[in-house]
């Protein structure tokens, strides 16, 4: 158990778990991309533990970029995203593999495919570590999905509960 602000969470995925899921989808973007340069684009805050690892993982070259947007107000969603931070390369043609930490309503993916469209991509793939599908709002497809967790709050590996918990090596779960 941890303790954070006035929170508590219990422990849910170890570190090994996560290593062996971030290796296994380094993998199996490392397979269907051999012959691409893709651009990975973190959606930070996040992402950024998740994509560092899915990059030493990557057995070709890529390009790495990121954008900040934002959703989640303490541990709910709002619903709403706002761009905070975009992007400043040119993407026409290029294979586009947006990185997320964890998709819940998939309201912000939704945003990013809007926003990516007018990119001109050749591809554009999505990778998430975690995936709530008990509170996946849309159809939009998610092609490399690590962990299917229950609808419920977490926090480790790049997940915050209100700025704390990012620098946590495994994952949490609020308690009820």
């Not at 090994?16 to 991309?33: C, G, K, P």
């Not at 959703?71 to 969603?77: C, D, K």
């Not at 992007?87 to 819940?104: A, H, K, W």
Request: net charge negative; glycine share 6%.
């Amino acid at each position: 158990m941890i303790q954070l602000h006035n929170k508590t969470f219990e422990h849910f995925i170890s570190k090994e778990e996560l290593e062996f899921t971030v290796a296994n989808l380094a993998q199996i973007i490392s397979e269907d991309f051999y012959d691409d340069i893709p651009v990975f684009i973190g959606v930070l805050n996040g992402s950024f533990r998740f994509l560092s690892d899915l990059s030493k993982n990557y057995k070709f070259q890529c390009e790495i970029n990121f954008i900040k947007v934002a959703s989640y107000q303490g541990t709910e969603s709002t619903n709403e995203v706002k761009e905070i931070i975009g992007l400043n390369q040119d993407l026409s043609g290029r294979t586009v593999i947006i990185v997320e930490d964890i998709v819940d309503t998939g309201n912000t993916i939704a945003e990013l495919k809007k926003m990516f469209k007018s990119h001109n991509v050749k591809h554009l793939k999505i990778a998430t570590l975690f995936f709530k599908p008990d509170a996946y709002k849309h159809n939009i497809k998610l092609d490399y999905v690590g962990i299917r967790i229950p609808n419920k709050f977490i926090v480790g590996y790049g997940l915050d509960y209100d700025g704390l918990g990012r620098n946590l090596n495994e994952v949490y779960q609020l308690t009820e």
